[in-house]
């Protein structure tokens, strides 16, 4: 007699939420702060996009890279910008990056019971000119970091960056501070990493760095593969 | 992430510690802090410690069995002297002279139960409270990273230290097998 497959009932229910991979990586430096992600858009086996960017500018002193789940890193991010105009208009002044992690907090907290599927880290320069960096959670929780990686390679790129960055698990070796130049090669150097072994990392890294100057914005090739 | 610091400053006066979910223990308590500084300005005296517990405790009632999870500690010093309370997000909330919260706290619970005398100096307790987080993030697998300490007094909290669990281990590890 032939087998034939039982699997029992099976409920295919619509979920609101996709997920589009992409990563992202901020730094904090003396006088500098850096932000960077990659441009690849999936779901699932597919790619949608080869050049679709994770960092987004909100001020002249601020950049935030989204990512997740793509609708809602773009109904956040318009949401933000609203706010920093609403700040802008009533208190005749930008908000600094530490206001904004926090006001990002409540936002996310009142979606508490259906949360925006992004994971922010924000880079910016704080009140005093020094690097700060926010790294959140999908419902708010949040706290300054000096570095975090976030998104579908951060399990391969924090590593990286607690020893090259913080020094951690390593003996006898002399903590110099991270300048500039070591930081831009860093960050290049670990996206080229988390290409090769993350199939929704690739196709191209956006290196945005900070300084009281403003926000230059770099471009370099990963893999495409 | 490694080091997370789970005290959350509410005023110079007043601390509140965080376990069970970051962002519900953040929010909440940041809440609490608001409710905190309009009491002050509208009474014209601080808050007392039991009040402020109170305050958490009825905010975690509103939303109760709807899912936040937070086991908390508040901690201040006011008119009856230090105080500390135990608020979860169940709405229990107790009084006491010593808790434990967290997946480690069982570990930490049999270190500090076995060397709490009620004539420890400062210094004793900060060595205990070490221990206790110490011993903790050794056996638990989901706790680790730093020890932040704090300590409050009658004008208020001061941070003592914050220090790596691994050299803490090393140091005590004359003491284990």
């Not at chain 1, 880079?123 to 998104?151: H, I, N």
């Not at chain 1, 300048?179 to 199939?199: C, G, H, N, P």
């Not at chain 2, 997000?89 to 139960?113: H, I, K, P, Q």
């Not at chain 2, 060595?127 to 638990?140: M, Q, S, V």
Request: charged share 25%.
């Amino acid at each position: 007699m032939k087998d034939y497959h039982y699997t029992g009932a099976v409920e295919n229910r619509f979920s609101p939420y996709a997920f589009n991979g992409g990563t992202v990586l901020a730094v904090a430096g003396e006088d500098f702060a850096i932000v960077a992600s990659d441009t690849r858009l999936s779901e699932g086996y597919s790619i949608h996009s080869r050049d679709s960017p994770k960092c987004y500018k909100l001020t002249d002193t601020t950049v935030i890279g989204c990512s997740g789940f793509h609708g809602d890193c773009l109904t956040l991010t318009k949401i933000i910008d609203a706010r920093l105009k609403m700040y802008k208009h009533s208190n005749n002044k930008t908000m600094t990056s530490g206001a904004i992690a926090a006001m990002l907090s409540t936002i996310l907290y009142s979606r508490r019971f259906f949360p925006y599927y992004v994971y922010n880290i924000i880079g910016g320069l704080d009140e005093e000119g020094k690097g700060a960096v926010y790294s959140f959670d999908p419902v708010g929780s949040y706290q300054r970091d000096t570095y975090k990686a976030g998104g579908s390679a951060s399990a391969m790129l924090q590593p990286l960056l607690d020893n090259q960055i913080g020094f951690k698990n390593m003996e006898g070796v002399q903590h110099v501070p991270l300048t500039r130049e070591k930081a831009v090669q860093l960050v290049k150097d670990v996206f080229i990493s988390a290409a090769e072994r993350d199939v929704y990392t690739g196709d191209a890294l956006r290196i945005c760095i900070i300084t009281k100057e403003g926000t230059k914005e770099e471009t370099i090739p990963l893999r495409k593969d | 992430s490694n080091d997370v610091n789970k005290v959350i400053e509410i005023n110079p006066y007043l601390l509140g510690t965080m376990s069970g979910s970051a962002a519900d223990c953040q929010y909440w308590e940041r809440l609490l802090a608001k409710e905190c500084r309009l009491y002050r300005l509208r009474n014209n005296h601080r808050i007392s410690v039991a009040a402020a517990s109170k305050l958490l405790c009825n905010m975690m009632l509103g939303y109760k069995g709807m899912g936040l999870s937070v086991g908390s500690m508040v901690c201040g010093w006011d008119k009856e002297g230090p105080g500390l309370y135990y608020v979860d997000e169940n709405g229990t909330r107790l009084s006491g002279r010593m808790f434990s919260t967290g997946c480690g706290n069982g570990y930490a619970y049999g270190v500090v139960d076995s060397g709490y005398r009620e004539d420890m100096t400062v210094e004793e307790a900060y060595e205990l409270g070490c221990r206790g987080i110490a011993h903790a993030t050794h056996r638990d697998a989901y706790s680790g990273g730093v020890v932040n300490m704090y300590h409050m007094q009658e004008d208020g909290w001061i941070k003592v230290c914050k220090e790596d669990v691994s050299q803490l281990i090393h140091r005590y590890k004359e003491g284990m097998f």
